[in-house]
């Protein structure tokens, strides 16, 4: 993450440092694994064994029946690809509007820019709530379509003031220079901004596509028909029975649910099947994140 | 800087305050015309247009010249699921229902939390023709703005079944003006489901020699610890317990012993007709110094405060639970109804939690409240101002409540391949192979699902018994002793027992009576102080138990129990009990026509 | 984002009228443009519902609207103050949010900076991809290991027993004293690496230039991190510590729920979860709204005297 012209003095102490961290770390990675590590025996292991819980480290009676049943599911390709779809155009929508707007906010001899920094730091502690937003969704048009999935996220007063922050640490010079050429600001914003900004974009991609690539609320609430179903809503559906089968107040309906209640197993194959895919962009992303070396070529 | 910025301030929200009000004046339109056409409704009757001619059918069905389509949302569901199956249980019921009773049902089930779904179609405005499966509560309040139909005189005229067998129990379904606005779904005698056991492992009961089953809370006291002190550990190594909970804060150990003496929602009903509270009786602290003894002798899962369903019944199912005290059927989900899949052939059907009753002292077995059956169920159907026909919804609802309708609605559509089928003398016979109770938990359910059973169920009767004095069993199986929607139960007709010798094993000393608690059914409206009175000590209340059930000593579980008692009491409690006792009075007046 | 004090600035600053303002709209009409497209959205999506927030002044159910339903002015404000519990709730909130804010947001830091000194670029992205993956697991699961480990016959306890460090297993989920300690490390556990994230692309924004200058003034590794690392990121650290501060009176819910039980509700009952009980699963909508309301309310405050500090302190500020 350095530059490559960094170099340490191979002090004793450095290397008794770089040893600690070390085995530190691998702790820490165990620690932070094994939840995950948990779900995925408990996937591969039979439903019903499962009930007979101690589970730690690895499958009692070893099955796929579980994904099976998961992947038995209609739609899971079409899920996958609604889900694909919407992380892409979401992400990329929000962080080109949300960091032209930081970016805006960010130009010394702007009028505006406070002004747009408080309209939008309100919202960031006062919103609507769940009626009022349904209504305007309702009166706007867009239930039941793809554009609620990035409509509404647009702009994010958190994200803008992320970025804001990583501009607000470049010189200043690199813009200016550009203006006094001529250049228009979403010139500006495109060629310079852009590509200096290369580390905390990659972040808050991350960040913004996990965020959409988990959410299943909305999905429920405003595609309730089902034709924008997202592939964590799919599976989705299963880990709420539990969560709904708690809820009946009939007591016949929950003798029922609970007694057809999809295994703690299942559940967890169903986790592994959504949250796998997404993991992945993390390390995709994180190549972007040595970017800074470049700022003094671009200086010069 | 600072003053065009104030400016500009107050223009933008000038902007929106305009924005805004324009959308809200948009709103009370749309909501104004709504409840206007809701109190049109109760006047005059709309005849149906479908036309409603001629005999009953053999369903005992008018069947309309038009197709007479019915829009439900029936809460929580998983519409994939219900539509996974292109040629299974859904395509043949449909069939079904539009060939021999020209009707069609558009299910809806969404995947929302129902209470939130129905507050958002309150304030959309946006709802279907007919809603079922909501809560009391949620009935009331689409009732509440006119948007529930007034269908008093539409089940007056064309709801002749649905009177006949709820009795006098329909009455309670009126709303203060006497008229009928919601109608009970899943209603009828249902004294199977809602039990409070004090369950043990049979085999390990067994194993203890006992001439006689324990009938007392001191006597199961006494077979657990036995029982315990016999098995210490699970075949794991883990230590057993005999009691545990799932509700995170033991509130099975409370009210499975109140039922024991005779409690209703932990309260005492005297014979002058006013209600105590469990915190105010002598017999609330026996319970409090029951389970603290159970706990200090060590016979309680010390982190039963923590665990779930899911917990309570896997420490069931890997051995680590002996005993149930609770809701019965947990100890069928955790016992052996999971070891009969995982053991297959080896499954010893000895290997199960058996559902006993017990007494508490100076109370009689025909005294306690550990059985109970609420008549009009907990939960509701109305039909909505968007409905053009109501008069069709309600024969509709009615023929779901005939005898008949009952057992196609549950049980699916007759037939040869079904579970059931409609014999040349018009006997409604259970198919021969279902009635072999070796594979009836794996055939029953699957069959009928297969056929649609229980796919549809708008207002209907659960369940019914052969004493009931209201319903007709001319046409029923004779070996069929008593019919529900979900299921049935085969009896040996001479001993009267169960013919499957598990389902007997579970119920044989099972010997409380079923108490009707309809009457004692106790509305809260969220907005009133006596609901937050409630609430209040309903939290403060199970932290107390908790501290009662861990005291270290007896003497400390009666501080415990007496501190409860003046918190308790300084809350509020009075007015909670008078609040019981008053609306168990009104609930009788209404049951009665008053 | 944050501006040094500049002082010709500030004496324009003083000299602007209405006039130059809207001279500016001309200047700069790109800019305004395009903060127009901003303001638009920012209206309809967030100020428009806002204004949904007017049930809390009034007795509401769905489907009325403010024309039918009746106003009771602060009365839901008061019926919280009013609350047997209330000091109880307030101070276990800002007792988990203030270690929330403190030890919570410190892990992430020094993580990301003891990752930054890992040399091997293979592990190093191996740790960061691992230190993320329980954000996804639910708060369900988590809870349930949480259990598995301190439970009565839990690993835990296990080991204690068999050091003979105590002679009875301790209840540690029924303690309401161990409470905070407990949901703090689950959160951390939970989140430090998600939280990562926005600091290891800030270090990774610092420029390179500044460690070979370092490296020439002699400063080794503790000295890197220390004058250079820490500082290159401290705009990132303040900025997320102010806006957390505003959200001092969330201290979470979910994991409250899950993890704590009715012996130990006197030390994890919060806000959220005292307001789901009694607002959102009675259907009080009105009471729900008012206790979130003066949630905002306080936040913000707290945001603007929090950047006012930061202004005068370090100087930087949010506007």
Known sequence: MFGPKTFYKKSLGSKVFDWLNFIFMLLFAFIMIYPFWNQLIVSFNEGVDTMYGNLYFWPRKFTFENYQYVFQRQNLAKGALISVLRCVVATVSSLFCTGLLAYVTTIKAFKGRKFMRIIFIITMYFSGGLIPTYLLYTKLGLMETFTVYWLPGLFGAYNMLLIGSYIAGLPESLAESARIDGASELKIYFKIIIPLCKPVFAALAVMIAVGHWNSWFDVLLYNSSGKWDTLQVYLRKILLQAEQAAKLQAEQKMYEAMKNLTTTSIRAATTMVVSLPILFVYPFFQKYFVGGITIGAVKG | ?594 | MFKKKDQTQKINAKKNTFKDLLKSFWIQKELWLICLVALVWVIVFCYVPMFGNWIAFFSYTPGKNIGNSTFVGLKYFSRFFSLPDVKQIMRNTLAISTLNLTIGFAVPIVFSLLLNELRNGYFKRFIQTVSYMPHFVSWVVVASLMFTLLGSDGILNDILLKLGLTKEAIPFLNKPNLFWGLITSANIWKGMGWSAIIYISAIAGVDGELYDAGSVDGLGRFGKAWHITLPGIANTIILLFILGIGNILSAGFEQQLLLGNTMTQETYEVIDTYVYRYGVQMGNYSFATAVGLMKSAFGFALVLIANKLSKKFTDMQLF
């Open chain 2, 1 to 594: 800087m600072k003053k065009p910025m104030s400016k500009l301030i107050a223009l933008a929200l000038a902007t929106i305050m305009a924005v805004s009000c324009l959308t809200g004046c948009g709103e009370k339109k749309g909501s104004g015309s709504g409840s206007a056409a809701g109190s049109e409704g109760g006047s005059a009757l709309i005849e149906s247009k479908l036309g409603f001619e001629g005999e009953e059918n053999e369903f005992g069905w008018v069947k309309p010249k038009e197709t007479l389509e019915i829009n439900v949302y029936a809460g929580y569901g998983d519409m994939d699921e219900l539509l996974k199956d292109e040629k299974g249980g859904k395509a043949t019921f449909d069939k079904w229902l539009l060939d021999n009773m020209n009707v069609k049902i558009n299910w809806q089930y969404y995947s929302v939390d129902m209470d939130e779904k129905l507050n958002l179609m309150l304030a959309s405005g946006d709802y279907p023709e007919v809603i079922t499966w909501m809560s009391d509560d949620m009935a009331n309040k689409f009732i509440a703005q006119g948007k529930a139909l007034d269908i008093t005189d539409y089940v007056e005229k064309f709801g002749g079944n649905i009177t006949r067998r709820m009795g006098n129990y329909y009455n309670m379904l009126r709303s203060d003006d006497g008229r009928v606005y919601k109608l009970a779904q899943y209603w009828g005698e249902n004294p199977n489901v809602a039990g409070l056991d004090f369950g043990a492992r049979y085999d390990y009961w067994l194993e203890l020699g006992d001439s006689k089953i324990y009938e007392t809370l001191d006597e199961y006291y006494d077979a657990m610890s036995r029982i315990l002190a016999n098995h210490p550990t699970n075949d794991a190594g883990q230590k057993t317990y005999a009691f545990s909970s799932a509700d995170k804060a033991g509130k099975n150990l409370l009210n499975a012993p109140l039922g024991a003496y005779g409690f209703v929602n932990g309260y005492k009903k005297n014979a002058d007709g006013t209600m105590t509270h469990w915190l105010n009786t002598e017999e609330g602290l026996k319970v409090a110094k029951f389970i603290n003894k159970c706990w200090r002798e060590g016979l309680i899962d010390p982190d039963f405060l923590s665990n779930g369903y899911e917990e309570y019944t896997t420490m069931m199912t890997n051995g680590q639970l002996l005993g149930n005290m609770g809701t019965w059927w947990y100890a069928w989900t955790g016992g052996h109804q999971a070891w009969a899949v995982s053991e297959g052939d080896d499954y010893d059907v000895k290997e199960r939690f058996m559902n006993v009753s017990v007494h508490g002292d100076g109370v009689k077995m025909d005294e306690t409240s550990l059985l109970t059956s609420n008549y009009i169920g907990t939960t509701r159907c109305i039909i909505t101002d968007k409905c053009k026909d109501p008069e069709a919804v309600i024969r509709y609802i009615n023929w779901e409540n005939s005898e008949l309708g009952n057992y196609i609605v549950g049980w699916g559509a007759p037939s040869e391949n079904n579970v059931w089928h409609i014999a040349d003398d018009g006997t409604w016979v259970v198919n021969d192979e279902i009635l072999d109770v070796d594979i009836k938990e794996t055939t029953y359910h699957a069959i009928k699902e297969a056929n649609g059973g229980e796919l549809y169920a708008i207002a209907t009767n659960l369940n019914w018994l052969k004493n009931d004095g209201r319903s007709d069993f001319s046409h029923i199986d004779p070996r069929v002793d008593r019919v529900s929607f979900y299921d049935y139960w085969p009896v040996d007709p001479e001993t009267g027992a169960f013919s499957n010798e598990g389902v007997n094993i579970c119920w044989q000393y099972y010997t409380a009576p079923a108490l009707d608690t309809t009457l004692y059914t106790t509305t809260f409206n969220p907005d009133d102080e006596i609901t937050i009175t409630k609430q209040t000590i309903e939290d403060k209340i199970w932290q107390e138990w908790a501290k009662m059930i861990s005291a270290e000593s007896e003497e400390a579980c009666v501080a415990a129990f007496e501190s409860a008692k003046s918190a308790m009491n300084a809350l509020g409690l009075a007015d909670l009990e008078k609040y019981y006792a008053e609306s168990y009075k009104a609930n009788l007046e209404s049951y009665e026509g008053k």
